[in-house]
């Protein structure tokens, strides 16, 4: 591993002088200037950015925390999130939960002692006391609450919107798939989809889950029509669930979309891919990542008058797993 020694070294300067030209302190001429930024190109040396926040009593670097890397959903947050920081000149430090709570704190733990600047979150244990002690800027991100400030998408006008499409298109027998109780934006969607469902004539039945994973959305779309087989609509939890609904479907020789029609929730790229492809409720993942990342760079510069809780717009795509009017 190149060190700031074997800069110096080649570049012929004092190890004082790499740092005045790597940290942009001080005075250092530009013949001198020049045979360091040689010497670091030469080398391929890639200074050390905690080592340097530390030394310049400045931090670049961001934590994001998420709750699951294998639900396409949340990648897409999160390259938002990393392409408004690199425009910004900050870099991120990446944690996965998996919804655990100790490796939630573990990797709190993890960015405070790498001394961030700041968290962005998507994550869904904020009453543990490490949010309160740590003491750093914090923004939510696919989640509300009163505490602090967040970027998320209208969850209730999605769930409305994806009830109301079902029942203009003549669904008449609902099953709404209630994602998991513990996050807020999942109970969003659930109660706006309620809202639409009671004042219409139809007759709508709700499954309740406790995940969005991969390994689970068989199971649920099993259960569904196990409990449920004359359901002539579905209004899924996530994109996930609704493929798994498809496929399941399939196996039982309905057709989709005159027997069976299916609304998913998120957009992801897999939703285009499916067959048929899914309907679903978009929520903009990739703005939501660059929001927060822009709302957290303005706290830590403690610009005034800024917006501190953004809700996004949702939308309806239609694909295949809907009728066409």
Known sequence: MVTIKDVAREAGVSVATVSRVLNDTGYVGADTRKKVMDAIAELNYSPNEVAR???KRESRLIGLLLPDITNPFFP??????EDELSRSGFRLLLGNSDENVQKELDYIQT???NNVVGIISATNHLDYQIY?????PLVLLDRTSEDYPAVYADGREGGRLAAKTLIDKGAKRITLVKGP?????????YKGAIEELSQADVDFSVLSTTSYSFEEAQGWAEELFGNF???DGVIASNDIVGIAIIHEALKLGKRIPEDLQIIGYDDIPQSKLSYPTL??????AY???REAARLLINIIKKEKGIDQTIEMPVELIERNTTRKE
Not at 181 to 189: E, T
């Open 181 to 189: 109780a513990h996050i807020k934006p999942a109970q969003d969607r």
């Open 279 to 284: 309907s679903t409720i978009r929520q903009p």
């Open 287 to 289: 703005e939501m990542g």
């Open 76 to 81: 897409q947050l999160a390259r938002g999130v």
């Open 229 to 231: 087989p004359d359901t």
């Open 53 to 55: 926040s530390l030394y």
């Open 111 to 113: 960015f405070v002692q």
């Open 132 to 136: 309160n002690e740590m003491k750093l």
